[in-house]
């Protein structure tokens, strides 16, 4: 019987044990549950903090990207805008350039056209149109040699005919024909007014306007001619021709002085005593 007992007490002592190995198990499993929870939901929040870091982030980055885009974009646009810029002021400047060259070869074919035809005046010897053309041919594109060229022939030209037109004005002035030496007189001087002919060509105009009664055309022209002549031979000539001129239109005062100068001028001239003459007759009556 006190083995029974003995036996239901440890029986009743395991229950005891066993519940309250039942109760801490649970108080256990409760604490444990509850661990799992908060840890369910710390894990939770990092993650959603976790998600929220990752997104601005990940913002964070697109922004940058974006921002290094623009950046690069915008850099990129102004080195195109620069390059077309540039392009297009090369091309303006090459099109001008080509329109300039354009123009150029034109003119100078043009200039070829007509140095072609200026130069069949030369060789034909037709000194007139020479002369005439001249001035149209000199406008155009010539090249240095070409317009030299060209001056020199149309001096040459113009020197010839001045002597031509001399020859003739002295052979219209030996007979008689005062009108017509004078036209073929001013013509010699129009073409050429340097020659070595030149100054006695002024002088055989001075004579022939006298004849038409046109002294006070001829006086100017005998003033510098008797002041700056270059040709010994007509200073004399042209200083009492200026003193008859003057005489002839009554200008008394100027007429003596001229006189007076060629006297002390000219010793030796063929017109001295004429000179003298002419001098005491203007001094006695005026």
């Known amino acids: 019987m006190e083995d029974f007992d003995e036996e239901l007490r440890d029986i009743k002592r395991e229950i005891i044990e066993s519940r309250g190995l039942i109760i801490k198990t649970n108080n256990l499993t409760n604490a444990l549950a509850a661990d799992l929870k908060s840890i369910g939901k710390r894990q939770q929040s990092f993650e959603r903090r976790a998600f929220w870091n990752s997104a601005a982030a990940n913002l964070l980055f697109v922004v940058v990207v974006l921002g290094v885009v623009k950046i690069a974009w915008d850099f990129r646009a102004d080195s195109v805008e620069r390059e077309v810029t540039r392009s297009q002021s090369e091309t303006k ?9 354009q123009q150029f070869e034109d003119a100078r074919a043009k200039a070829e056209s007509a140095a072609g035809s200026f130069y069949e005046l030369v060789r034909t010897g037709k000194k007139k149109e020479l002369i005439e053309a001249f001035e149209s041919v000199s406008k155009e594109k ?25 020859h003739a004005g002295i052979e219209q002035l030996r007979g008689g024909h005062w009108q ?21 060509g002024r002088l055989y105009l001075a004579q022939a306007y006298r004849r038409l009664n046109r002294q006070r055309d001829a006086i ?18 042209a200083a009492f021709l200026l003193a008859e001129c003057l005489l002839d239109i009554h200008a008394w005062n100027d007429a003596k002085t001229a006189l007076r100068s060629f006297i002390r001028r000219y010793p030796q001239s063929p017109f001295l005593n004429d000179a003298r003459m002419a001098l005491a007759d203007v001094e006695a009556k005026h």
Request: charge should be negative; charged fraction near 35%; aromatic fraction near 4%.
């Open 180 to 200: 017509e030496a004078v036209a073929a007189l001013e013509d010699s001087l129009k073409q050429d007014d340097t020659g070595t002919h030149a100054p006695a």
């Open 142 to 166: 010539l090249s240095r040699a070409e317009r030299a060229y060209f001056s020199d022939e149309v001096k040459r030209a113009k020197s010839q005919l001045s002597v031509t037109a001399y």
């Open 93 to 101: 400047h090459l099109r001008e350039e080509l329109d300039a060259q």
């Open 220 to 237: 100017p022209s005998l003033v510098k001619l008797a002041e700056t002549s270059a040709d010994p031979e007509v200073l004399d000539d």
